[in-house]
């Protein structure tokens, strides 16, 4: 799965991506009743659950567990955004690149390296320099 937006101009911004077991919301949605900024979409055959507000919550009050694991997921996907964020003000492309090898290892083989570019922030041209590169490396150790 991946969340993206798309700009004024038409431009698909990857916000993340969610292989299996991951969890994918707009919690801005969810919790203060606005339409999305944002869109969902299956890469590959996916089954989804979708979980409404109310059922949140009630599941919330009635299972102590319930609710440290939805606390536990907020908090991890802030901790991510965070970084996400740093890493886009701060890191060089290459770096960014490696660190989403780290986060998806296999997401690679299984999206479009368009998709990659956009969650990066880089064109395509750039990624496969920056592929290229980093395979010339590898090849001369």
Do not use: C
């Amino acid at each position: 799965m991946r969340q993206y937006s798309i700009d004024e101009k038409g431009k698909e911004h990857v916000i993340q991506f969610a292989p299996e077991n991951w969890f994918l919301s707009d919690r801005e949605s969810l919790y203060f009743n606005k339409p999305s900024l944002y869109y969902f979409q299956a890469i590959e055959d996916s089954v989804l659950i979708m979980i409404e507000e109310q059922s949140l919550l009630k599941l919330s009050k009635i299972n102590a567990s319930f609710l440290e694991f939805n606390n536990k997921l907020l908090h991890n996907h802030i901790r991510n955004l965070q970084n996400r964020i740093n890493q886009l003000l701060s890191a060089t492309a290459e770096q960014r690149y490696l660190d989403f090898v780290k986060m998806y290892p296999d997401l690679l083989l299984r999206v479009p390296l368009i998709m990659v570019a956009s969650y990066l922030g880089i064109t395509p041209e750039s990624l496969s320099r920056i592929r290229k590169d980093l395979a010339t490396k590898n090849f001369r150790k």
